[in-house]
Nanobody, 115 residues
């Protein structure tokens, strides 16, 4: 069983920053992408950012230039640094990885940005 343990959510004001962390309970191979998704009320889940160990990185259009994803393979940890947060960033944020064709999701910390 693989577990993804996230931390770092909370309530902030617009323009402030937060950093989310996702610890994966087993070693992640370097070619395995680890991603952050988010889901706001009454909206579909959307990709925020994705990273592989070779620094192949993808960002969603709405966060490009404000969010930074990074990975510490020695710690099996992926980070999402979120700067200049906006009220529309309010959502539950989920860490995601696919291992041996099985989808694993974190519990989803809440991020709330007030205007």
């Amino acid at each position: 069983q693989v577990q993804l343990v996230e931390s770092g959510g909370g309530l902030v004001q617009a323009g402030e920053s937060l950093r989310l962390s996702c610890v994966v309970s087993r070693r992640i191979f370097s070619f395995t992408p680890v991603s952050w998704y988010r889901q706001a009320p009454a909206k579909e889940r959307e990709l925020v950012a994705s990273v592989t160990d070779v620094d192949r990185i993808t960002y969603g259009a709405s966060v490009k230039g404000r969010f930074t994803i990074s990975r510490d393979s020695a710690k099996n940890t992926v980070y999402l640094q979120m700067n200049n947060l906006k009220p529309e960033d309010t959502a539950v944020y989920f860490c995601h990885v696919v291992l041996l064709s099985v989808d694993y999701w974190g519990q989803g910390p809440q991020v709330t940005v007030s205007s």
